[in-house]
């Protein structure tokens, strides 16, 4: 089982940038890919960014691109967000998530990148507004 803590969420201006941070603890490295992922009010779940536990290859939703780039420290342990000109369509409560390499927990389940992403963070808010 692997425990995710999300920080850094907050209220910031659009054109404005926020970077959120995603802790990683527990055995190491048990899934494929490590992502975020952003649910608005009465939305689904949808991802935003993920990176492969082995080859590091990034994965962004259209919506991001050329804005949000994902970082992974792994001496830290950590994986980040870097938002940069937000917008109010971003605003939502965004969760670190993995993809099990072991069998699923009970969800919710996205699909991402052609991974099943199923282990959540508490989630934390990101707010848009001017």
């Known amino acids: 089982q692997v425990d995710l803590v999300e920080s850094g969420g907050g209220l910031v201006q659009p054109g404005g940038s926020l970077r959120l941070s995603c802790a990683a603890s527990g055995h190491t490295k048990p899934y494929y890919a490590i992502g975020w992922f952003r649910q608005a009010p009465e939305k689904e779940r949808e991802g935003v960014a993920s990176i492969g536990a082995t080859d590091g290859r990034t994965h962004y939703a259209d919506s991001v691109k050329g804005r949000f780039t994902i970082i992974r420290d792994d001496l830290e342990n950590t994986v980040y967000l870097q938002m940069n000109h937000l917008k109010p369509e971003d605003t939502g409560l965004y969760y670190c998530?993995?993809?099990?390499?072991?069998?699923?927990?009970?969800?919710?389940?996205?699909?991402?990148?052609?991974?099943?992403?199923?282990?959540w963070g508490q989630g934390i808010q990101v707010t848009v507004s001017s």
């Open positions: 998530g993995t993809a099990p390499s072991g069998p699923l927990p009970s969800g919710p389940y996205v699909h991402f990148d052609g991974w099943v992403f199923a282990s």
